[in-house]
């Protein structure tokens, strides 16, 4: 399993534990050069729960990517789309 892979599982997991449509929930990636981004789409209704109270949610996916891609030495965002 290779980082893309580990990050989409880790990611698609948590998101669809904390909304309320988990068949909704879609982690993509896109490849620029040297950075991997991210993007989790969701329900419109769930957006709120995955970017969280003052982004605390958000703050947290972010820091679980981060902590992946510095075990992995790559580098990584994450988007929460709308």
Known sequence: ???VDSVQDVLQKVV???VD???DVKV???VNDSLIVFSVK???SDRG???G???RMAISLRNIVNSLSAKW???ALLEIEK
């Open 73 to 75: 030495k790559m580098k």
């Open 42 to 44: 969701c329900n419109k």
């Open 16 to 18: 669809e534990a904390i």
């Open 49 to 51: 729960k995955v970017i």
């Open 21 to 23: 449509y988990p068949n």
């Open 28 to 30: 993509l990636h896109n």
């Open 1 to 3: 399993m290779d980082f």
């Open 53 to 55: 109270k003052e982004g």
